[in-house]
């Protein structure tokens, strides 16, 4: 299986490194930049995973290992499976 | 605007982070995991962009800020112009 996993701090947790980066374009003159926020993601290859159990088996990773729940969501993407 | 730009390692570099996740990964017993890439992203809101105009744009915050052309590639993808 193929898959993308997009970690991102959920809506209301202070993101530093895109309020950084929003200052950074502003003061390199690019005025429109209205926000940023940062995220995340990992390409994940693996071998053979039960039919079906795609998304279950990212999910896990995610529990285990990737996303901190408390401040961080993810969305998930099978590209092949 | 609305935009993401996505920024990842090119292939041949060393990712490190990917290499640890994917360690940390076999450890907790997923032994499916063959390769993780790290990489990231950024949610990118602006003002009034000329119509036509929003990839050029974004490339340009690539190209000043955001993108390490040595050792990054990027995608972007506008959301809603």
């Given at each position: 299986m193929k898959a993308r996993i997009y970690v991102f701090l959920k809506p209301k947790v202070l993101d530093p490194q895109g309020k950084a980066i929003e200052k950074a374009l502003s003061t390199l003159?690019?005025?429109?930049?209205k926000s940023v926020r940062a995220g995340k993601f990992f390409e994940v290859e693996t071998g053979d995973v039960p039919p079906g159990k795609e998304e279950e088996t990212l999910r896990e990773y995610c529990r285990k290992?990737?996303?901190?729940?408390v401040i961080e969501d993810y969305r998930i993407e099978v590209i092949e499976k």
């Open positions: 003159g690019f005025e429109e930049v290992l990737l996303v901190n729940a």
